[in-house]
C-alpha cells in the first residue's frame, strides 16, 4: 500500500510488520507547517526583541489581529503572531527560525506558501527570509508593509539552488509599527516538492523502520478512541484459546507479536484499534510503502482492517480481510 502527500497514520487491527519507504530530498511531497500543536520545526530568535506567540481565538487588542486561523481556517486553529501592545516600542523585531534544510536538488524549484494576516491601522513590517548557512548570507524574499485589511492573505516566495547552494532555514520576522494595532499574524507554511524532506529533526519525519514487537510496541500504540472496546496484546509463543492464533511469531519464530484474545468478555463485533504516530508520507515519486503480515485462523474469525488516516481528510480503508485464513501467515 502506497500512501499520499501529507502527514499520515497506520490504523489496524494487527499489522505484525511495519515498513515504510525512506522519503529522500527532492522526491518528498509537499507539506504544511500549521501550529496545530506547536511551532514546529520553528523556534524563537535570540537575535531579536520579542518573541512571536502561538494562539486561537482572536489577538488581546481591540481593532487589530485575526479572529480564525488561515488553515484550517477556524477560531479553534492556531496560528503565530505578533503582539504589538505595551511593551513594545516601533521598530522592535520578532523572529522565528526554521530547524535546517538540506541543499536543494540541481534543476529545483524550492516554492514555500503562507497564509498572512496584517489588520491594524499602526501595522509594521512582515519580512520573509532565507538563510544559506554555506555562506551565511541571508535574503530577504518577501516583505509587506502597512494595513492590508481584516483578513486572510497567501503569499509565496521561491528560490532555487543558483540562489542558495547550500543548506538553508527560513526565518519569519515581524516589525512593531508605530502603536499597538498592528498585529501581524503567519499559518499555513506550506513547503513544495522541490523544498525537499522536513528537517529529519522534525515532530513527523520520514520514517524507515520495521515494527516486529520484539522491543515493545515501537511506533505503534493502543487507541481507546471511537469504537474502540479492548486493547491489543503482545505475546510470545502460542495464545491463550484452542484452534485459533498463531503458535509463534513469523519474523524470528521466537519473538513477540500482536494480536486480539476474542475470548469472554469480547463480545461480536468488538472493536480493537492500534494506531502508528504520524508519519511523513513521500508523494507519487518515491513512495511510502506499508507491508505487513497476518494471521487469522479460527473457525469465528472476524475482520482484519487497515486504514491510512491522512491530516485533515477523512480516514480511508486500505485494506480489508474476514473469516478464517487458515493457521499460517500470509504477507500483504
Given amino acids: 500500500m502506497k500512501s499520499s502527500s501529507g502527514r499520515w497514520q497506520a490504523f489496524a487491527a494487527l499489522i505484525v510488520v511495519l515498513h515504510s519507504a525512506a522519503c529522500q530530498g527532492p522526491s518528498c511531497p509537499s507539506w504544511t507547517q500549521d501550529f496545530e500543536t506547536n511551532l514546529g520545526i520553528f523556534s524563537q530568535s535570540s537575535a531579536d526583541d520579542f518573541?512571536?506567540?502561538?494562539?486561537?481565538?482572536?489577538?488581546?487588542?481591540?481593532?487589530?489581529?485575526?479572529?480564525?486561523?488561515?488553515?484550517?481556517?477556524?477560531?479553534?486553529?492556531?496560528?503565530?503572531?505578533?503582539?504589538?501592545?505595551?511593551?513594545?516600542?516601533?521598530?522592535?523585531?520578532?523572529?522565528?527560525?526554521?530547524?535546517?534544510?538540506?541543499?536543494?536538488?540541481?534543476?529545483?524549484?524550492?516554492?514555500?506558501?503562507?497564509?498572512?494576516?496584517?489588520?491594524?491601522?499602526?501595522?509594521?513590517?512582515?519580512?520573509?527570509?532565507?538563510?544559506?548557512?554555506?555562506?551565511?548570507?541571508?535574503?530577504?524574499?518577501?516583505?509587506?508593509?502597512?494595513?492590508?485589511?481584516?483578513?486572510?492573505?497567501?503569499?509565496?516566495?521561491?528560490?532555487?539552488?543558483?540562489?542558495?547552494?547550500?543548506?538553508?532555514?527560513?526565518?519569519?520576522?515581524?516589525?512593531?509599527?508605530?502603536?499597538?494595532?498592528?498585529?501581524?499574524?503567519?499559518?499555513?507554511?506550506k513547503f513544495s516538492p522541490g523544498c525537499g524532506c522536513s528537517p529529519a529533526s522534525s515532530s513527523y519525519p520520514c520514517l524507515d523502520s520495521k515494527a516486529n514487537f520484539d522491543s515493545g510496541w515501537g511506533v505503534f500504540n493502543n487507541n481507546n478512541t471511537g469504537n474502540n472496546r479492548f486493547d491489543w496484546s503482545l505475546r510470545r509463543g502460542g495464545t491463550p484459546s484452542f484452534s485459533t492464533g498463531p503458535t509463534r511469531d513469523h519474523t524470528t519464530g521466537n519473538g513477540q507479536y500482536a494480536y486480539i484474545e476474542t475470548s469472554f468478555p469480547r463480545a461480536n463485533g468488538d472493536e480493537a484499534h492500534l494506531f502508528s504516530k504520524w508519519i511523513q508520507g513521500s508523494g507519487n515519486q518515491c513512495g511510502c510503502t506499508l507491508t505487513f503480515w497476518y494471521h487469522m485462523y479460527g473457525a469465528t474469525t472476524g475482520t482484519l482492517r487497515v486504514d491510512v488516516d491522512e491530516q485533515g481528510k477523512n480516514r480511508a480503508k486500505a485494506w480489508e480481510m474476514s473469516g478464517n485464513q487458515g493457521n499460517r501467515s500470509e504477507e500483504r
Fill in 51 to 189: 518573541n512571536w506567540i502561538r494562539d486561537n481565538r482572536g489577538t488581546p487588542s481591540f481593532n487589530t489581529g485575526p479572529t480564525n486561523d488561515y488553515d484550517p481556517g477556524t477560531n479553534a486553529g492556531y496560528y503565530v503572531f505578533i503582539e504589538t501592545s505595551f511593551p513594545r516600542a516601533q521598530g522592535d523585531k520578532a523572529r522565528i527560525d526554521s530547524r535546517e534544510f538540506g541543499a536543494l536538488a540541481a534543476g529545483k524549484t524550492c516554492m514555500i506558501t503562507f497564509g498572512r494576516h496584517m489588520f491594524g491601522v499602526t501595522t509594521g513590517t512582515l519580512n520573509v527570509s532565507v538563510t544559506d548557512k554555506s555562506s551565511n548570507k541571508e535574503y530577504v524574499l518577501f516583505s509587506l508593509s502597512g494595513d492590508q485589511g481584516n483578513q486572510w492573505s497567501c503569499s509565496k516566495i521561491s528560490f532555487d539552488n543558483s540562489k542558495v547552494s547550500g543548506n538553508w532555514t527560513l526565518s519569519f520576522t515581524g516589525v512593531r509599527g508605530s502603536s499597538f494595532t498592528g498585529d501581524i499574524a503567519v499559518d499555513g507554511i
